[in-house]
């Protein structure tokens, strides 16, 4: 049965009578339908497509002022205020290292823009929203009370498209599946994991050894990896929070990851979702979709780098949290500490 624009959006009216609080995402999903196609109704009232420059568009963000980056996948939100600054863009990939909004862009991934102006109470929320190939999000920049609104709106009339371009998605990507673990070379994989100088290396060898993340922490060994209960993401959060150790937290998609550095304060359980609530980062995750939480040693020139990585039931990765660290730098103390007591109560439980 065809499915009209005015079908779907008078399904999108119903839902959100009865679930106000629930997020577009969700929405989507609940009515089968891309988070794309829900801002698209919008077209020409809401939702203004941008005309596809993506580099322009991040080039000329720092004019805008401060603002909230929002990224997310499907089981953990990550949202961070600051101003753009050192932006970075080669080709299809990009960079944005300010000490406040810090990403990393596939812009390959990026297929789709809108300009999105929600109606609320005594205003509207101004956001610039881009999408991937089959509609779901992929990064979210919002408006604040500091940002710049006559540059963002100048922005926005600069970028909109001539045309806008057909609504055409693509089905989402299946997800790797991973090779046998006899065909993988475990031992040589342990000997490239031991002579690593640098974190950024490790993705290489992922490829190089064809083998997938969570496939490679299971089979590695205790030396580098060890798997904790998926409590253990909690507690590592809360052992920051309590400790003051200032943690790097990272949260992407395909077509971006978002980096937040520094102290977490404020943790509050709400119904599905367990958050950090400070003025300057907020993060939303639903922890009942963490499947696996492994604690991660590599080597590098500056020492050895711990992370505690979780994934979900898919071996998709939800987060990844380090210590506070530059390149150069040894890892913070009390990082290590923290890791090391999520994996002595591990060995005790």
Known sequence: ?????????????????????????????????????????GAGRTATPLDGEWRSILNEMPAVGRVMCLTRNEDCVHERRGRFEDVQVAGPHGLVLGPDIDLRLFLSQWTLGF??????????????????????????IYATDETDGAAFDALIARHTAAEPAALALAPRAADPVDRPDGEI?????????????DTHEFFG??????????????????????????????GALVAAAEDKTPIMIFVGNRGCIQIHTGRIERLLDTPGWFNILDPDFNLHLRESAVARVFSVRKPTDDGIVTSVEAFDGRNRT????????????????????????????????
């Open 318 to 349: 939800v987060l990844l949290m380090f210590g506070e660290r530059k390149p150069g730098n040894p890892e913070l103390e009390p990082w290590r500490a923290i890791a090391a007591r999520l994996e002595k109560h591990l060995a005790a439980s």
């Open 115 to 140: 300009a999105v102006r929600e109606p609320l109470k005594g205003g509207e929320r101004l956001s610039l929203q881009f999408f991937d190939a089959s509609g779901d999000a992929v990064h979210k």
């Open 1 to 41: 049965m065809l499915v009209t624009n005015t079908d779907l959006a008078d399904r999108w009216s119903r839902l959100r009578d009865e679930k106000p609080a629930l997020r577009i995402r969700d929405a989507a999903v609940s009515l089968g339908v891309s988070e794309a196609e829900l801002v698209a109704l």
């Open 205 to 234: 060898m992922l490829g190089k050894f064809k083998v997938g993340r969570v496939q490679a922490l299971r089979l590695v060994g205790d030396e580098f990896a060890r798997e904790l209960p998926p409590r253990a993401l909690r």
């Open 185 to 197: 070379d475990v031992e040589g994989l342990r000997a490239a994991w031991r002579g690593m100088r």
